[in-house]
């Protein structure tokens, strides 16, 4: 009588648990948010591994291959503007050619966070998929090699005349500098020597 309506059940014990563990990974991934360099950094690390241990085995190409296009489309992603100009046509470009014009800044359609965030789970995942023997297809790597290569050229030339055609960087390389008056305390200090 007692089992009856008194305690929680082991599914409901679990998920609960299973909650409380996503809130704290939630709340650690987000304090990670902008320290851009040190994710990239440990990224890196996980990709140096994932090298590591293919070349250690001499295997899983068939893994890294789909590795390699998964990033691929990734990075369509995250060098493509989130309102695509070939879909939906405005009347004239999208940055301002005059200085009357409106600006408006390029929005990634893939966000930076989300593009580290995808590549690293990516590599996570077809490092642990390295260690179960049923991944490991035997395949002839260098023509996958030559073809993810070729992929890669056609699909990034795609890319690049995309970016000429509509006149967009997707790349922010800081604060822009312009060369306009010198700062008041040099001309001042030039003033007290007379």
């Given amino acids: 009588m007692e089992g009856v309506g008194g305690g929680a059940s082991p599914a409901a014990a679990s998920l609960d648990q299973w909650r409380q563990f996503s809130r704290l990974f939630q709340f650690y991934l987000d304090k990670t948010t902008p320290h851009a360099v040190y994710r990239w950094s440990g990224t890196a690390a996980l990709v140096f591994l994932y ?45 301002p050619t005059k200085g009357s014009d409106e600006f408006k800044p390029f929005i990634r359609r893939l966000p930076e966070f989300k593009f580290w965030y995808a590549i690293t789970k990516a590599f996570i995942i077809s490092f642990l998929m390295t260690f179960f023997s049923m991944f490991d297809v035997p395949v002839f790597w260098p023509i996958l090699l030559i073809y993810w ?9 795609r890319q690049i005349m995309h970016m000429i055609k509509y006149r967009y960087v997707p790349f922010n390389i800081g604060k822009q500098k312009y060369g306009g008056k010198k700062s008041s305390a040099s001309s001042s200090s030039g003033s007290r020597a007379d």
Avoid: A, C, H, W
Wanted: proline letters at 7%.
């Fill in 149 to 157: 290569f070729v992929l890669f050229t056609l699909t990034m030339k």
């Fill in 51 to 95: 090298v590591l241990r293919v070349y250690y085995v001499q295997g899983f190409y068939i893994v890294s291959y789909g590795l390699g296009i998964y990033i691929l489309n990734l990075l369509i992603g995250f060098l493509s503007p989130l309102v695509d100009p070939e879909l939906e046509p405005s009347d004239g470009p999208l940055l």
